[in-house]
T-cell receptor, first 114, second 113 residues
């Protein structure tokens, strides 16, 4: 399967712990996007990255959240000192180009905070 | 500024009857428009896209959508609903010079046997 791969599928953390979410884009895709989906809501853009560069992080909370897409390996969304409100589904998408190209989505990571 | 409004949060149809999921958009620039479907606990799958070519766009699984600039609409239709169509549907807009996709809040489609 050459689709977007996210892991883990489910992640449980206690308040104050760190959460690391991983995303491997489709083969040949150099653009990665992270979205957050709260219950009963649509997806909200968080951050857009290319290899080794953050292009747009306007949707990312200013504190505790960070993202990277290193030269080698998957993209990582990191949430430090998690709180209950971080509970959500986090989706990664990838595309070949920046603009008006369909984004291909992974199955998401469902983060639950105890 | 861009935004997407999905006019119905829930739509219920009988199997074999037509489906209409409504979407209106606002965009300062010539937009690209997409419909995605999300089955429970899964990611989003692209149904179809409009990128300034033909205004009537045909997608997978018998779905199609028509871009109407005068009405700023991009409604999704299917002539005959199937049980497997039950899912959440998202209308998405992207301006052709931007990297952000703006999602509607979704329409939950129920298909009654």
């Amino acid at each position: 399967n050459a689709g977007v791969m996210q892991n883990p599928r489910h992640l449980v953390r206690r308040r104050g712990q760190e959460a690391r979410l991983r995303c491997s884009p489709m083969k040949g895709h150099s653009h990665v996007y992270w979205y957050r989906q709260l219950p009963e809501e649509g997806l909200k853009f968080m951050v857009y990255l290319q290899k080794e560069n953050i292009i747009d992080e306007s949707g990312m909370p200013k504190e505790r959240f960070s993202a990277e897409f290193p030269k080698e390996g998957p993209s990582i969304l990191r949430i430090q000192q998690v709180v209950r409100g971080d509970s959500a589904a986090y989706f990664c998408a990838s595309s070949t180009r920046q603009d008006n190209q369909p984004q291909h989505f992974g199955d998401g990571t469902r983060l639950s905070i105890l | 500024a861009q935004s997407v409004t999905q006019l119905d949060s829930h739509v219920s149809v009988s199997e074999g009857t037509p489906v209409l999921l409504r979407c209106n958009y606002s965009s300062s620039y010539s937009p690209s428009l997409f419909w995605y479907v999300q089955h429970p606990n899964k990611g989003l799958q692209l149904l179809l896209k409009y990128t300034s070519a033909a205004t009537l766009v045909k997608g997978i699984n018998g779905f199609e959508a028509e871009f109407k600039k005068s009405e700023t609409s991009f409604h999704l239709t299917k002539p005959s609903a199937h049980m497997s169509d039950a899912a959440e549907y998202f209308c998405v807009v992207n301006q052709n010079t931007g990297n952000q996709f703006y999602f509607g809040t979704g329409t939950s489609l129920t298909v009654i046997p």
